[in-house]
């Protein structure tokens, strides 16, 4: 019998410990009660199970373990097309991270699933604030089931992954299906619940006081199976390699399905996260000069008392009707009400070389308030079928939906309130606890109401030229608007300011590819895609700035090796986009006037190679290498940014070289009980030029690249428990994991140190 690895194992980077030992003395007292659960739950299992239904369930259990280490490393169709191709029939690049392998590296977060994901690079704004890039652009809509929402690290927590079952990543344009924001995609799709009674559990215990626990059923809930439920509980407890710093997170979902006829099946779903994270750092400055000033992997820069709050709830629901054997139609309604209140502080600022003290000209120790919420609903409907023309069966998709946004946001500076002496500023001898907490302060900038309506017409059909040769088309008709405006607390009253009133009116975004396969092992594929990006930005005419145009094309092939075990696959893309608003050269940053012009063409080149599957029974393989250029096509005539000329890169983020790897294999003793997992991320070297504010004194930004790697060794104590140990940055790698600050101020994150996580895992 082959046996998936089930042991929960993290491939993110991690670091010695920095906290006190004693907090680690009551790690064991802390894992009993979740311990002890696990062994009522596993003689519940027991005692309310028939012999016949053990032996059903051990019969299934057997067969899902042999079917999931293929399904892992194998992952052959997608649904984030809405049309269920393989993989081999899509024309763009797609990566599916599925539960074997988010269980399996004990991916907790979307942000860890990012991370482990070919080609793409996570920007860190703070220690919890992450932004999604590919091919050097950010992503901003990820779905849920397919439905659409956008995010906002400062508002919305990245989703707790014990409730997905996969993760699909779209890398390239998905205007079709996204409409505005049509940079990449993330679909990640729930837990559904089973018609047959099971139960997964685990607890995990790390350094620096880590702790999890999940448990997950799901079952039929009437006799008939007509009615199943599932329901998921996580608790993640932590803290990091730098002290004063902890994470908790508490995660609660549940969904039910029922079979309403034999055609008709209707699924509702909800889910409650709470994530509560302190305090939030920056990471570390460099020198004023971009040189690295090597300060130690302790270091924080913030107070002690900052800290985020999340709050996010959840409901959908989806009806889904086969209408014949052909053709479905399916009706989504998804509501996310994300709330969030950040009270922070952190230094900002380059330091000075020849001093060690901050440099002249630049920002201390910066503090602020901010209270956000963005409630988000859509309506989604598609109607999907196939039909036969010219002796040939062809697919079509046919769609409707739309999504409203309300945003809102409260503001309070409280830099001069937290009395931090800047040009004093320690930054080797800084005290987390010496800096002054104000309490929450009076608003002083808000906006009650950003209104965002997005309505989209959408169509994509696959026609079969030939038995071998398909033309994939689509095309969406957009319409889009924006409505609000802010408001500055001053003593005269509340003054407006920053305006928006923008739409689009049935913009159109097409799609036209074709994939031709060559043989039954390899098919070529090609794409091309564009769509707008509207702006509230004005020139100084008070006039609105057109849309950003955007034009994505890639080439390529994929192809299934060793018995269809291993798929390969090697894209060559281009991005390009025009119109992007920037500041007006005219009107200098920081003035009290600020104004935009469309400026300047941007261009993103390069090439993908992925490997994921099996090369034998015991031997799978997840290996993607990116290669990535950007650059400034044409000026934006900005003489106070050097990024700016032509041919310089516009994503200094933007790592020319990424390889990432996860492989696992199973020794051939011990009766299959023993496997050892390998992982590698690397990256090569950031240089990031920026000037100060005469514009013409030039630096660079130094980042060296680096190489980091995991392990991971399992092993199957019985048919029902496994215990994985994982030691992460196995050489103790000193580097700075991704980051988006371009100049010596901050945002410079180190990957965490040296350290071990143990994790127990039950199956019933």
């Known amino acids: 019998m082959l046996h998936r690895g089930t042991i929960s194992t993290s491939c993110r980077t991690r670091h010695p410990s920095s906290s006190p030992a004693r ?153 079709v299906l996204n409409g505005i924001n049509g940079f990449g995609s993330i679909n990640m799709r729930r837990k559904r619940p089973m018609d047959y009674f099971q139960l997964n559990t685990g607890i995990a215990a790390g350094q620096w006081d880590r702790y999890h626990f999940d448990i997950d059923v799901t079952g039929p809930l009437d006799d008939s199976g007509r009615i199943r439920g599932r329901a998921v509980l996580a608790q993640d407890e932590k803290h990091y390699f730098y002290d004063y710093a902890d994470f908790s997170e508490t995660l609660l979902y549940g969904t039910v399905e029922m079979d309403l006829t034999d055609k008709t099946t209707l699924r509702i779903a909800s889910h409650w996260q709470d994530t509560d994270a302190h305090p939030n750092t920056p990471g570390v400055p460099f020198y004023s000069d971009g040189g690295d000033m090597g300060l130690p992997r302790s270091t924080l820069l913030s107070p002690s008392w900052a800290n985020f709050v999340y709050d996010t709830k959840n409901l959908f629901v989806e009806l889904n009707h086969q209408i014949n054997d052909d053709w479905s139609a399916k009706f989504m309604v998804n509501y996310l009400d994300t709330t969030s209140s950040n009270d922070y502080a952190y230094w900002w600022g380059g330091i000075d070389r020849t001093s060690g003290k901050p440099a002249i000209g630049w920002m201390d120790m910066f503090g602020e308030q901010l209270q956000l919420q963005r409630e988000q609903s859509a309506f989604d409907f598609t109607l999907q079928g196939a039909f036969n023309f010219w002796g040939r069966e062809h697919k079509v998709l046919f769609g409707v939906n739309r999504q409203i946004q309300h945003n809102s946001w409260y503001y309070a500076d409280t ?218 096509v044409t000026s934006e005539n900005d003489p106070a940014d050097p990024e700016s000329g032509a041919g310089r890169p516009f994503a200094t983020f933007t790592p020319k070289h990424i390889v990432k790897l996860w492989s696992n294999y199973r020794l051939p003793f011990a009766q299959d009980r023993l496997s050892i997992g390998l992982g590698v991320i690397g990256q090569s070297k950031l240089d990031r030029p920026f000037s100060y504010d005469d514009g013409v004194t030039e630096y660079i930004l130094h980042k060296g690249g680096y190489v980091v790697a995991d392990i991971r060794v399992n092993y199957l104590l019985n048919e029902t428990w496994t215990l994985g140990w994982n030691w992460n940055n196995i050489f103790d790698k000193t580097y700075y994991a991704g980051s988006v600050g371009s100049d010596p101020s901050g945002n410079h994150f180190y990957g965490e140190p040296r350290n071990v996580m143990f994790t127990l895992r039950g199956k019933f």
């Open 23 to 175: 907090k680690h003395s009551h790690a064991a007292l802390r894992l009993l009660p979740l311990a002890a659960a696990l062994l009522i739950a596993n003689q519940a299992a027991a005692q309310s199970t028939s012999e016949e239904d053990k032996a059903r369930v051990e019969r299934e259990t057997k067969t899902l373990d042999s079917v999931q280490v293929v399904g892992v490393a194998v992952a052959r169709e997608t649904t984030i097309g809405r049309m269920p191709l393989a993989l081999r029939e899509i024309p763009q690049s797609v990566t599916v991270m599925d539960a074997g392998r988010i269980e399996d590296q004990n991916l907790r977060s979307l942000d860890d699933v990012m991370i482990q994901t070919p080609g793409i690079i996570l920007g860190a704004d703070s220690s919890i604030e992450n932004t999604i890039y590919a091919r050097g652009h950010e992503i901003e809509s990820v779905q849920y089931d397919g439905m659409t929402t956008t995010t906002a690290a400062e508002t919305v927590a990245s989703p707790n992954m014990a409730m997905y079952e996969a993760v699909e990543v779209l890398r390239g344009s998905n205007g």
């Open 415 to 632: 830099t001069e309130a937290i009395m931090v002496d800047g040009e004093n500023f320690d930054v080797r001898n800084f005290d987390p606890n010496s800096v002054y907490h104000p309490g929450w302060l009076p608003t002083s900038y808000y906006r009650p109401d950003n209104y965002i309506a997005q309505t989209g017409v959408f169509g994509q059909i696959a026609l079969k030229a030939t038995d071998d040769l398909t033309f994939i088309l689509g095309a969406r008709f957009n319409w889009w608007k924006t409505l609000g405006v802010s408001y500055e607390i001053g003593p005269n009253g509340d003054m407006p300011y920053d305006p928006s009133d923008v739409s689009l009116s049935a913009e159109m975004s097409p799609l036209v590819g074709m994939t031709w396969r060559i043989n039954d092992t390899w098919s070529m594929y090609g794409s091309y895609t564009d769509y707008l990006t509207p702006t509230s930005a004005i020139t100084d005419q008070g006039a609105v700035l057109p849309p950003a145009e955007s034009v994505n094309a890639e080439i390529g092939i994929k192809g299934e090796l060793f018995d269809r075990r291993l798929i390969a696959s090697f894209a060559v893309f281009r991005l390009e986009e025009s119109n992007r608003p920037i500041a007006d050269p005219n009107y200098p940053p920081g003035g009290e006037i600020s104004y935009s012009i469309a400026s300047g063409k941007t261009r993103s080149d390069g090439f993908e190679f992925e490997l994921n599957g099996l090369i034998t029974n015991a031997w799978s393989m997840n290996f993607g290498y990116t290669y990535n250029t950007t650059k400034n």
